[in-house]
Structures are given as C-alpha cells and as structure tokens.
C-alpha cells in the first residue's frame, strides 16, 4: 500500500505545464481504452477519439481525424516500438518519455489497431530491459568496473513500467487529489537551520 502511495505521489509530481500535457494525454488515452471495452469488435481508433473530443469542445477542422489517420496508416509499426522505447526510458525525474510513448503507441495503433499496438510497446518495453540486464550480466563478469548493475537495471524497468501504465489514469488522480487535498491534515513546516538561530524561534518550536 505504502509503494502504491508513494507511485500516485511521484506521478502527480510535475511541473505545471506538464500537468497540462499529462491530463490531455491521460483524458485521451483513457478514453481510447474504455472504447476498446466498451466496443471490442469495433473499438473507437485513437485518432478517432480525437477528433470525438475535438468536435464536443467545437473544434471541428473538416476532418482532419480522418486525414491524419489515413496519413498514419501508410506508416510502419514502428512508432508503437518507438513508444516502447519511450515508455522503458521514464524515470520518476523525468516522465515526459512515458507521454509521447502513450502518443506514439496510440499513433501505431491507427494501422496495427489496439491490441496489436500495445502487445508490440509492451514487448519493445520488456526486451529493452532483459537486454540491459544480460549486458549488465555480462559486463559484472567480464569488466573489472562497471556502472550496470543487474538489480538497478531490474529496479528501473520496474518503475518506467509503472509511471507509463498509470498515464491513463493520471487526469482522475489529479482530479481527486484536488478534490481531496482541502480536508487533508498536513503537519507543521519544519523550521530551517538558518532560522532556529533566530531570536525566539528555538522557544515557539519546543512549545
């Protein structure tokens, strides 16, 4: 419970134009996989939904969805490999990779389609990894001095995996922690070193 606390926490933490990005991303890609669900068979495409939310909010370009779309699908794979990659390169400093891995991913999968798309990110995510941990292997045994430890290569997949898998659903998190955050209580400040030296401050602490 203590780690699922500590994921939310690390995931809500960004810069506020990130926030922004994030939420986009998050309400997209949410809105993507519950189309999926709700319509297996015929599961709304994500440049689809797009240009669904584009026209709720007025923004009707004259099919452009539907212009990009046939753009993307003359296109490779590739870019849902490539959004792999991104997702295997997000760390709890950086989270922007595991974004435009969810934008590449969601842009693969308009010629692959849904499952497809996420199977291939998944696996281009997976063996990104099992490969730095077999030259972290080798490398412990072979080099006298190395900076590629099995455990951390482990501990880092392990957590790019997490921050990309909670992108969905970061705008409801974001959403209930703003919600939530007023009935909170927070505990005291703690004073800086600098300040204890100050003439009363030491008195009002231990009080």
């Known amino acids: 419970m203590r780690g699922l606390r500590r994921l939310v926490l690390v995931a809500l933490d960004r810069p506020r134009w990130q926030q922004v990005v994030a939420c986009c991303v998050s309400l997209w890609a949410l809105a993507w996989i519950v189309g999926q669900f709700v319509a297996p068979e015929h599961g709304p495409s994500a440049l689809g939904v797009l240009g669904e939310l584009a026209a709720r909010f007025g923004l009707t370009g004259g099919g452009w ?23 295997a390169a997000t760390t709890e400093r950086g989270q922007l990779p595991a974004l435009l891995g969810w934008v590449a991913v969601m842009l693969g999968a308009e010629r692959l389609g849904y499952r497809p798309a996420m199977l291939v990110a998944v696996a281009s995510m997976v063996g990104f990894v099992v490969l730095l941990w077999i030259t972290a292997q080798i490398s412990r045994r072979f080099l006298e001095r190395t900076t590629l430890f099995p455990s951390d290569v482990v501990r880092a997949g392990v957590t790019a995996a997490a921050l990309a898998a909670v992108v969905p659903l970061y705008a409801p998190m974001l959403f209930l922690s703003r919600l939530g955050s007023p009935y909170l209580t927070k505990g005291p400040r ?12 030491a008195e009002r602490e231990n009080t």
């Open 190 to 201: 703690p004073v800086p070193a600098q300040r204890r030296e100050e003439p009363g401050v």
């Open 65 to 87: 969805a539907q212009r990009v779309a046939e753009t993307w699908q003359h296109s490779g794979g590739g870019l849902a490999i490539f959004g792999g990659l991104l997702w």
